[in-house]
């Protein structure tokens, strides 16, 4: 049984950082692309950004273009999110996601990925 489990939120005032991890178990994540979503409230799940199966390609959103960076270690079965300079439109609930299957890169959709984690709160106060 596949897990995602993320980790790394809270509260933080604007500009500050965080790094958000995920971390698989049940498979590796070797063969997987791998991506972050995130959802504010009363919006809908939105890309963040994306990472293929060795790292080699990555993808943003506009708006974290440059403030924020996704990377992976395969050795430790996770994948993070350092995020700089965060603003309070950056509030949402931040979830990890995987893709097992026919890989080309990165991906944006969330109907390309097989498995979700939980999420985790990331707070940006004025």
């Known amino acids: 049984q596949v897990q995602l489990v993320e980790s790394g939120g809270g509260l933080v005032q604007a500009g500050g950082s965080l790094r958000l991890s995920c971390a698989a178990s049940g498979r590796t994540i070797s063969a997987s692309a791998m991506g972050w979503f995130r959802q504010a409230p009363g919006k809908e799940r939105e890309f963040v950004a994306g990472?293929?199966?060795?790292?080699?390609?990555?993808g943003y959103a506009d708006s974290v273009k440059g403030r924020f960076t996704i990377s992976r270690d395969n050795a430790k079965n996770t994948v993070y999110l350092q995020m700089n300079s965060l603003k309070p439109e950056d509030t949402a609930v931040y979830y990890c996601?995987?893709?097992?299957?026919?890989?080309?890169?990165?991906?944006?959709?969330?109907?390309?990925?097989?498995?979700w984690g939980q999420g985790t709160q990331v707070t940006v106060s004025s």
């Open positions: 996601a995987a893709r097992w299957g026919l890989l080309r890169g990165y991906y944006t959709e969330l109907h390309e990925y097989n498995y």
């Open positions: 990472i293929s199966w060795n790292g080699g390609s990555t």
